[in-house]
């Protein structure tokens, strides 16, 4: 059974860095062709991807917001982290994670539950 | 970044009735778009993947077509629990993008 589950912090101040785990189950992201991606979505918009990272450690951004973003993954403790610096008030979204599976690595097929953070002082 | 556009933004249809909407992009994108539902306060779900491949378990009700710059995904025998919003997502870049959305009423 394939499960994600995104945590991390619910509130964030402006300008701090914002991270989030994805745990996840029921697959493994050293398998080829394997990738895990996040996407965000803010109060009544639409959805917006974020970054993916690879089995093979590949790892690909949103242009608009590569500056800000780190991908990285923790393959012993299923686990694939995400960090984002300079939050600002703009950055309040529910943050996803989703399983591409292979062999294309083109479509999400299990997602997590989502992760409402919102950045306030 | 790859753009797509979709269209309705918005509609609304009766029980039964069948709905089309469209996904538009600028640039080729082969077939490598697809089409997820999301109700309410949940998670999207998958339905359609590389333009015409229904998702294990989605009902044969939702079809997708098209290739290149112009797809459709088509929901006939409309059922009270299609009332969602609809978005697709391209995977011919590297760079994956979404849709604005297509917000669903049935009424």
């Known amino acids: 059974q394939v499960t994600l589950r995104e945590s991390g912090p619910a509130l964030v101040k402006p300008t701090q860095t914002l991270t989030l785990t994805c745990t996840f189950s029921?697959?493994?992201?050293?398998?080829?062709?394997?990738?895990v991606s996040w996407v965000r979505q803010p109060p009544g918009k639409a959805l917006e991807w974020l970054a993916r990272i690879d089995w093979d450690d590949g790892k690909h951004y949103s242009t608009s917001l590569k500056t800000r973003l780190t991908i990285s993954k923790d393959t012993s403790k299923n686990q694939v982290v995400l960090t984002m610096t300079n939050m600002d008030p703009e950055d309040t979204a529910t943050y996803y994670c989703?399983?591409?599976?292979?062999?294309?690595?083109?479509?999400?097929?299990?997602w997590g539950r989502g992760i409402l953070v919102t950045v306030s002082s | 970044d790859i753009q797509l556009t979709q269209s309705p933004a918005s509609l609304s249809a009766s029980v039964g009735d069948s709905v089309t909407i469209t996904c538009r992009t600028r640039q080729s994108i082969s077939v490598y778009l697809q089409w997820y539902r999301q109700k309410p306060g949940k998670a999207p779900e998958l339905l359609i993947y590389?333009?015409?491949s229904l998702q294990s378990g989605v009902p044969s009700r939702f079809s997708g077509s098209g290739s290149e710059t112009d797809f459709t995904l088509t929901i006939s025998s409309l059922q009270p629990e299609d009332s969602a919003t609809y978005y697709c997502?391209?995977?011919?870049?590297?760079?994956?993008?979404f849709g604005q959305g297509t917000k669903l009423e049935i009424k």
């Open positions: 997502q391209q995977s011919y870049s590297p760079v994956h993008t």
């Open positions: 029921g697959f493994s992201l050293s398998t080829s062709g394997m990738c």
């Open positions: 989703a399983r591409t599976p292979p062999p294309s690595s083109s479509w999400y097929d299990y």
């Open positions: 590389v333009a015409s």
